[in-house]
C-alpha cells in the first residue's frame, strides 16, 4: 500500500501565493502519474494538474499560467506552486498517484482565498 501525505494548505489573500506537497510512503515502485485534484463545496472533484514519470504536464484551463506542478521522484514527492489565488481555487486538495497496481488518494489539504 502507500500511503500519502499533504502539506502546504492554509489561508492566503487573493494574488498570494502557496507551495503544496505530497509525501508518499510505503510499498513504492515508481509512480506513472502524480497529481493534484480539488474539491469545492458542493461540486464535483476536478483534475487541477498532473505530471508523467517522464515529466510532461497537463493543467486545467483554470490554472494555467497561475499553477507549476513538479516531482521529485528521488523522495517520492509531487509539488503544486499555486501564484496568483483567486477566491474561486478555494478547495480541498487532493493528492493524487498512480502504479501498476492503481490510484492512491491523499486526505486532502484546504487551501482558502480570501481577505
Do not use: H
Not at 13 to 21: C, D, N
Not at 46 to 75: C, H, M, P, Q, W
Not at 84 to 105: A, H, M, P
Amino acid at each position: 500500500q502507500v500511503q500519502l501525505v499533504e502539506s502546504g494548505g492554509d489561508l492566503v489573500q487573493p494574488g498570494g501565493s502557496l507551495r503544496l506537497s505530497c509525501a508518499a510512503s510505503g510499498s513504492i515502485f515508481g509512480f506513472n502519474f502524480m497529481g493534484w485534484y480539488r474539491q469545492a463545496p458542493g461540486k464535483e472533484r476536478e483534475l487541477v494538474a498532473r505530471i508523467t514519470s517522464g515529466g510532461k504536464t497537463t493543467y486545467a484551463d483554470s490554472v494555467k499560467g497561475r499553477f507549476t506542478i513538479s516531482r521529485d521522484n528521488a523522495k517520492n514527492t509531487v509539488y503544486l506552486q499555486m501564484n496568483n489565488l483567486k477566491s474561486e481555487d478555494t478547495s480541498v486538495y487532493y493528492c493524487w498517484v498512480t502504479d501498476y497496481r492503481g490510484g492512491y488518494w491523499g486526505k486532502g489539504t484546504l487551501v482558502t482565498v480570501s481577505s
